[in-house]
């Protein structure tokens, strides 16, 4: 049974930073691509950031080019989003995704996506 457990979540100050992780398990994700969607109250869920469990290919969404880095550990099965320089325009919930990779660029569309998380809250007060 395929589990992707998110956590760190919380409540920070604009220009802060936080670190969510995704714990994957239950499957060999070496064939997958990671994702992080968020969902804001009112709006449509978004892609934020993807990485391939292998290789070293990333893409960002522009909103968060500059401030947010996805990485992974394959040895723990985690991937993470470092999320720097936080505005309350980022408030939303953190969903952690997986998707059987294909060829060309990381996947932002979430209905390719087949595994999800229970999400994680992230709220930044102003």
């Known amino acids: 049974q395929v589990q992707l457990v998110e956590s760190g979540g919380g409540l920070v100050q604009t220009g802060g930073s936080l670190r969510l992780s995704c714990a994957a398990s239950g499957r060999t994700f070496s064939s997958y691509i990671m994702g992080w969607f968020r969902r804001a109250p009112g709006k449509e869920r978004e892609f934020v950031a993807g990485i391939r469990w292998s290789g070293t290919s990333t893409y960002n969404a522009d909103s968060v080019k500059g401030r947010f880095t996805i990485s992974r550990d394959n040895a723990k099965n985690t991937v993470y989003l470092q999320m720097n320089s936080l505005k309350p325009e980022d408030t939303a919930v953190y969903y952690c995704?997986?998707?059987?990779?294909?060829?060309?660029?990381?996947?932002?569309?979430?209905?390719?996506?087949?595994?999800w998380g229970q999400g994680t809250q992230v709220t930044v007060s102003s």
């Open positions: 995704a997986a998707a059987r990779d294909r060829r060309g660029p990381i996947l932002v569309t979430a209905t390719l996506y087949d595994y």
